[in-house]
């Protein structure tokens, strides 16, 4: 019985031994594992190393940047949140809000949907041309549309509009009666955004764009804005968008030796009488129109496509009432979201209200597009602007690939949104 005690002994020993080795080292062990990088949440503590430092400044540089009526939020690449200042706060987001019209478009519609317009002949030999709300329905566009056009008729008497597609008349909250581009009206077919670029030259006024002409209807719209050179919008008012767009097709048709005898005036077509002659199919896919309408921020593009969404996903003719519909029911039963306030969906009216964690779901939702946003470096980015309003959301890339997200709303007048940037991209590279 000698051996076993004595083997047993040993044992005990040693694992006496290894215990007390154990509980020596342990604080140690213990220290050096968490001496790896610094919680954002425990960024007050000190520490010794240089680039926590770093992060920590910027965090409290932060914190010196954002009031009551701002919001700053940053979440890592899986959505988890850094960083939240006042992230429930409801705010005027500005332009970031076409990040959530641009996912309700592609969701609705679908990555390769299409704008179509169509032409008509009706029995008295008038010509109808039935818009969708094409936001790109530009002079290259109706040039060419006119060309293939003549393949189907030479002459026609009366040109008639059909703009029924959007319910009239339009209103956007926050769209004024001025005459920049970014109170450009929306409608069911409109050409050039509406808008017209000019230029004085030897004491007249020509087009400033090569393949658009200056029509002479454009000419008192010009001299009321006593500019000698420049881009102004249309007015909703007395059809002039609708009139601007018809005799855009006029001019183009007459290129192509298309000849009318009557006149330009609005009508509705009726698909049981009329015939289709043409039904002309956009070159440019949704994922296309959304590029265009981040890049330049247009407030016209983001509501067409509000408009358009809306009659293609419940029922004609479209209205804003309807859009908005989308948007809350999109952010509720896709973003799990119902405490916002929208208007619109460009994010031009003061009465959108929302926060940065619901813009943070927005952004990880948006994510496989990303690169349809504007890019800076290793950011992509949108940004919204109003008069004491900036805004700024996208994600930043790190050395590892991976895509930090976040979301800066300031609605103190004199802030810097890009200041607050440049602090985030400290704590993430």
């Given at each position: 019985?000698?051996?076993?005690?004595?083997?047993?002994?040993?044992?005990?020993?040693?694992?006496?031994?290894?215990?007390?080795?154990?509980?020596?080292?342990?604080?140690?062990?213990?220290?050096?594992?968490?001496?790896?990088?610094?919680?954002?949440?425990?960024?007050?503590?000190?520490?010794?190393?240089?680039?926590?430092?770093?992060?920590?400044?910027?965090?409290?540089?932060?914190?010196?940047?954002?009031?009551?009526?701002?919001?700053?939020?940053?979440?890592?690449?899986?959505?988890?949140?850094?960083?939240?200042?006042?992230?429930?706060?409801?705010?005027?987001?500005?332009?970031?809000?076409?990040?959530?019209?641009?996912?309700?478009?592609?969701?609705?519609?679908?990555?390769?949907?299409?704008?179509?317009?169509?032409?008509?002949m009706?029995?008295?030999?008038?010509?109808?041309?039935?818009?969708?709300?094409?936001?790109?329905?530009?002079?290259?566009?109706?040039?060419?549309?006119?060309?293939?056009?003549?393949?189907?008729?030479?002459?026609?008497?009366d040109?008639?509009?059909?703009?029924?597609?959007f319910?009239?008349?339009?209103?956007?909250?926050?769209?004024?009666?001025?005459?920049?581009?970014?109170?450009?009206?929306?409608?069911?077919?409109?050409?050039?955004?509406?808008?017209?670029?000019?230029?004085?030259?030897?004491?007249?006024?020509?087009?400033a764009?090569?393949?658009?002409?200056?029509?002479?209807?454009?000419?008192?719209?010009?001299?009321?804005?006593?500019?000698?050179?420049?881009?102004?919008?249309?007015?909703?008012?007395?059809?002039?968008?609708?009139?601007?767009?018809?005799?855009?097709?006029?001019?183009?048709?007459n290129?192509n030796?298309?000849?009318?005898?009557?006149?330009?005036?609005?009508?509705?077509?009726?698909p049981?009488?009329?015939?289709?002659?043409?039904?002309?199919?956009?070159?440019?896919?949704?994922?296309?129109?959304?590029?265009?309408?981040?890049?330049?921020?247009?407030?016209?593009?983001?509501?067409?496509?509000?408009?358009?969404?809306?009659?293609?996903?419940?029922?004609?003719?479209?209205?804003?009432?309807?859009?908005?519909?989308?948007?809350?029911?999109?952010?509720?039963?896709?973003?799990?979201?119902?405490?916002?306030?929208?208007?619109?969906?460009?994010?031009?009216?003061?009465?959108n209200?929302?926060?940065?964690?619901f813009?943070?779901k927005?952004?990880?939702?948006?994510?496989?597009?990303?690169?349809?946003?504007?890019?800076?470096?290793?950011?992509?980015?949108?940004?919204?602007?109003?008069?004491?309003?900036?805004?700024?959301?996208?994600?930043?890339?790190?050395?590892?690939?991976?895509?930090?997200?976040?979301?800066?709303?300031?609605?103190?007048?004199?802030?810097?949104?890009?200041?607050?940037?440049?602090?985030?991209?400290?704590?993430?590279?």
């Amino acid at each position: 019985m000698s051996r076993p005690s004595k083997a047993f002994d040993i044992l005990r020993f040693q694992y006496r031994a290894a215990l007390l080795i154990f509980l020596w080292l342990f604080p140690f062990v213990l220290f050096f594992s968490l001496a790896g990088e610094v919680p954002l949440s425990l960024a007050g503590e000190k520490t010794d190393r240089p680039s926590d430092n770093k992060k920590r400044a910027a965090l409290e540089k932060i914190k010196a940047l954002v009031g009551p009526q701002d919001a700053v939020l940053l979440a890592d690449a899986s959505g988890h949140i850094l960083f939240a200042e006042n992230e429930h706060a409801l705010l005027v987001p500005a332009s970031i809000l076409k990040l959530l019209t641009s996912l309700v478009a592609i969701d609705s519609l679908g990555e390769d949907f299409r704008f179509k317009t169509e032409f008509f002949m009706d029995k008295q030999g008038n010509l109808k041309i039935k818009g969708y709300g094409d936001p790109l329905l530009i002079s290259e566009v109706i040039s060419g549309i006119s060309k293939t056009l003549s393949q189907h008729l030479q002459a026609f008497n009366d040109l008639i509009l059909d703009p029924l597609y959007f319910g009239e008349p339009l209103v956007i909250p926050g769209i004024t009666s001025s005459l920049e581009p970014y109170d450009s009206p929306n409608g069911a077919l409109c050409a050039n955004f509406n808008t017209v670029y000019f230029k004085k030259e030897k004491g007249r006024f020509i087009s400033a764009e090569s393949q658009t002409p200056l029509l002479p209807i454009i000419l008192p719209g010009i001299k009321r804005s006593g500019l000698n050179e420049g881009r102004i919008l249309l007015s909703s008012e007395n059809d002039e968008c609708l009139n601007y767009a018809g005799h855009l097709f006029l001019y183009y048709m007459n290129q192509n030796h298309i000849s009318s005898t009557g006149s330009i005036r609005t009508g509705k077509v009726d698909p049981s009488v009329d015939r289709l002659i043409l039904t002309h199919t956009s070159q440019y896919p949704l994922t296309f129109i959304l590029q265009q309408l981040l890049e330049y921020s247009s407030n016209f593009i983001a509501n067409q496509l509000l408009l358009a969404t809306s009659a293609k996903a419940l029922s004609e003719p479209a209205n804003l009432d309807k859009g908005v519909s989308l948007l809350k029911n999109y952010a509720l039963k896709e973003l799990g979201e119902k405490n916002i306030f929208l208007r619109e969906g460009s994010g031009i009216s003061r009465d959108n209200k929302i926060s940065t964690a619901f813009m943070l779901k927005v952004l990880n939702r948006f994510y496989p597009y990303r690169g349809l946003m504007r890019r800076e470096g290793n950011v992509y980015y949108k940004t919204g602007t109003l008069t004491g309003v900036r805004s700024r959301e996208g994600y930043i890339e790190n050395e590892k690939g991976e895509f930090f997200r976040f979301v800066i709303i300031l609605n103190t007048p004199g802030k810097s949104d890009k200041a607050v940037l440049n602090q985030l991209l400290e704590i993430v590279q």
